[in-house]
């Protein structure tokens, strides 16, 4: 069973920044590209960022300058940096694993609250 595990959400401020964290075990890790989602109530689940196993980096519209994906091999841990947040950001942010269209596992979330 493929284990996700995010962690670092939490309420801020409007023009503050969070890091999250998704760890994964090593062994999907290596295998799969990472990407990051978040879904707000009553909304779809929208991709937010990707990045693949070779390091290649893709971001949604509404995001790009502000966070940044990356992925840390030795850890087996992506990360999504926001800076500049703002109250639409507010959602359940979610990783998983994925190879082309097959996904490996999506994590439980984790809920990351914009204050205007």
């Known amino acids: 069973q493929v284990q996700l595990v995010e962690s670092g959400g939490g309420l801020v401020q409007a023009g503050g920044s969070l890091r999250l964290s998704c760890a994964a075990s090593r062994s999907i890790f290596s295998r799969n590209n990472m990407g990051w989602y978040r879904q707000a109530p009553g909304k779809t689940r929208d991709l937010v960022a990707t990045?693949?196993?070779?390091?290649?980096?893709n971001y949604a519209d509404s995001v790009k300058g502000r966070f940044t994906i990356s992925r840390d091999n030795a850890k087996s841990t992506v990360y999504l940096q926001m800076n500049n947040l703002k109250p639409e950001d507010t959602a359940v942010y979610l990783c998983?694993?994925?190879?082309?269209?097959?996904?490996?596992?999506w994590g439980q979330g984790t809920q990351v609250t914009v204050s205007s």
């Open positions: 998983n694993a994925y190879t082309g269209y097959a996904v490996a596992g």
């Open positions: 990045i693949t196993t070779g390091g290649s980096t």
